[in-house]
């Protein structure tokens, strides 16, 4: 009789991660680590290492956890991923600090985001105005000679 209850237990697993599979509203660990681009750049390997790292250290992150410690993200804990990588990664905020970012109510991290956006492109610009001031330069050197 247990040999049976443990099968129907392995079968019920295989169900609920068949229908998750399908539905596409959770992803693997794998899937998130290319949505998130996390590459280990010596091995050039996905870095899941990474994901379950934050996951240990930001409480916002609840994967569902089956048969094989398998975890399935849904939509939720990828963006809260997204936001955590662009607050680590590209803003270069501590742990401690995203981790208020996170638990703070009043802030809007998307706007956080967008201002990066908005802020790379307005950069963006001046480089290439600096680029064409240099190369006016340049022409105007040769031209004098």
Do not use: C
């Amino acid at each position: 009789m247990l040999f049976f209850l443990s099968h129907l237990k392995n079968l019920k697993n295989i169900l609920i991660m068949d229908n998750f599979k399908d539905n596409r509203k959770y992803k693997t660990i794998g899937e998130v680590a290319k949505i998130l681009n996390l590459i280990n750049l010596k091995k050039g390997s996905l870095s899941t290492h990474t994901i379950r790292f934050w996951e240990k250290e930001f409480k916002q992150i609840k994967p569902k956890i089956f048969t094989g410690n398998r975890r399935y993200y849904d939509e939720n804990s990828i963006n809260i991923l997204k936001k955590i990588k662009f607050l680590l990664k590209d803003k270069g905020m501590t742990l401690n600090g995203v981790k208020k970012v996170l638990n703070s109510k009043d802030s809007d991290i998307d706007e956080l985001y967008n201002t990066s956006i908005k802020h790379k492109k307005i950069i963006k610009s001046k480089v290439l105005k600096i680029k064409n001031i240099i190369s006016e330069f340049k022409d105007g050197k040769k031209n004098t000679r």
